[in-house]
């Protein structure tokens, strides 16, 4: 593999770890704060078709995008609606979220836009067009190594795709530098001190599921109006349990959550750079192995550290304020 290549598959980590950090971010607010959060996926599903359709009809990728996020906040609602106000199991409401959006999502785009279950292709200007950085091109052609790094893999990319990187930082000063921080993390922890401190562990918990809507709608609408152009049928292709797998391997801290999410990203970028290519000793791999390794991975980080990551005490656990 030569400089270049690494570059673009470095490139191609970036733009595919985007939505999984925003997710997993997501994920980790829900959970922290108590509440197990596995309809991700049908979140970003959601927002993905939602940023779609309003920026196909409107030629307009921030409306799109404040669609995608309004979708994936009034799913998180229903979800806290279910488990938070009445105390239900939060894995059965995370999964009927998923199962709700799967179906739901396609139908309503065959009844609006009679394309077979996908919204129309976005043209210029109702996507996320990519940000070329002050001097990309000057500094990759004058400066050997760091230029073209710089010009072929911090810069190109698209508004989502900064605000991620972003949100990580932030998400990590939010949750262990501030109060409301402080309170997620305790009602994660002892719900019954934070009740008897004062506080609502029902509105903590609101409002990180608020929060988890608003991100997961981002990552859905990245994938429909950024990275790619329109919306298809299951388009997120498993991208919310992935984001869920890095929560769970990034101990629910930000900075190993990113780590997670650009390992999965990086075996993504690798597995396309690997279908037809035939490699010494071994031949050409059949494209359905190669596209099995970004989820293979998955597994075998699970299966080998799942058991040391130590999650918040009181995570799915309803509470029940006494009386």
Known sequence: MDYLTLLSVLDGTLRTAAPLVLAALAGLFAERSGVVDIGLEGKMLAGAFAAA???SVT???????????AAGFALSMVHAYASVTHHGNQVVSGMAVNILVSGLTPTLAFA??????????LQQGERFD????PFASAIGDAVPILGPLYREVISGHNILVYAAALAVPLTGWIVFRSRFGLRLRAVGENPSAVDTAGISVAKLRYQALTICGALTGAAGAYLSTAQGAGFVRDMTAGMGYLALAALIFGKWRPGPTLAACLLFAFADAVQIRLQGVDIPGIGIIPVQFIQMLPYVLTVFLLAGFVGRAVPPRAIGIPYVKER
């Open 53 to 55: 359709a309003v920026a």
């Open 59 to 69: 030629g307009s990728p921030w409306l799109g995008l404040a669609a995608g996020i």
């Open 112 to 121: 609006w836009f009679q394309q077979g279950g996908q919204t129309p292709l």
């Open 130 to 133: 990519p940000i070329t950085l």
